[in-house]
């Protein structure tokens, strides 16, 4: 009964970010409302001119996660995280991870185009990534819903938190300085029946890492008129 009770009691800030546009921090100075046909982010922009023919190195800087508001980690406390400082530990964590994975995915393309380097060139892509929002799941309430045998406790849940991740991104010529592409998105990890994911605090947070990773890893290597797959929304899985 705590768990439905919470769900009246505590704002839909879970649902409404599901609806939110992505947020314009780091990208003040683009249209954060342009959409790629092609590309399945929030916001994505191609500059008209750029020609990825030009370039053969990609360098990926470390992830931001300083933009993150301050107080967004009130929203994430639990037995793990007691502070603000052990938020932005478990976020710095995650951010890493989040490279990791894309230096990762971008090596191991099919006929990858490109190589990774350790610092900018003519010839280089400059990849900027920072978080903007970052929420975790909450283990032990998760733990108690899965246990719990009232029916509708599970949709509670959500309502009050739902992990998910948002991140800006900015593309650039490593000699020039230009700017190429931007992209922005919010995402939320697969919906499962069970959801074991959801039972330790960032694994969440890793697996919508893992999928931005596969889908810029393609979007590098795509031509640029080419579909990049958006992946799936739903699982019978359990992780």
Avoid at 89 to 95: D, G, P, S
Avoid at 117 to 137: G, N
Avoid at 166 to 178: E, I, L, M, Q, V
Wanted: proline share 5%.
């Amino acid at each position: 009964m705590l768990l439905l009770l919470l769900a009246f009691v505590l704002p839909g800030c879970a649902l409404q970010k599901r609806i939110d546009p992505v947020q314009n921090t780091f990208l003040e100075d683009v249209d954060i409302t342009s959409k790629e046909e092609n590309l399945p982010f929030g916001h994505s922009w191609l500059a008209k001119d750029s020609d990825r023919g030009n370039y053969s190195k990609v360098y990926i800087e470390p992830i931001r996660t300083d933009l993150i508001p301050a107080e967004d980690w009130k929203a994430n406390s639990n037995s793990v995280i007691r502070s603000e400082a052990d938020y932005r530990r478990e976020v710095k964590l995650v951010a890493t991870y989040f490279r990791d994975e894309l230096v990762k995915e971008i090596q191991n393309y099919p006929q990858t185009r490109f190589q990774i380097v350790s610092k900018a060139a003519a010839d280089t892509i400059v990849v900027r990534i920072t978080f903007t929002e970052v929420e975790f799941s909450q283990p032990v309430v998760r733990a108690a819903a899965l246990a719990a045998p009232v029916p509708g406790v599970g949709v509670a849940v959500s309502a009050v938190s739902d992990p998910h991740v948002a991140f800006a991104a900015r593309f650039s010529d490593g000699g020039t300085g230009k700017l190429l592409a931007t992209i922005a998105d919010r995402r939320f990890p697969p919906t499962r029946i069970v959801d074991l994911n959801k039972l330790t605090v960032t694994s969440s947070a890793r697996e919508v890492c893992a999928i931005w990773a596969k889908i810029i890893a393609e979007g590098l290597n795509s031509d640029k008129l080419t579909k990049v797959k958006q992946q799936g929304s739903f699982s019978l899985l359990p992780w």
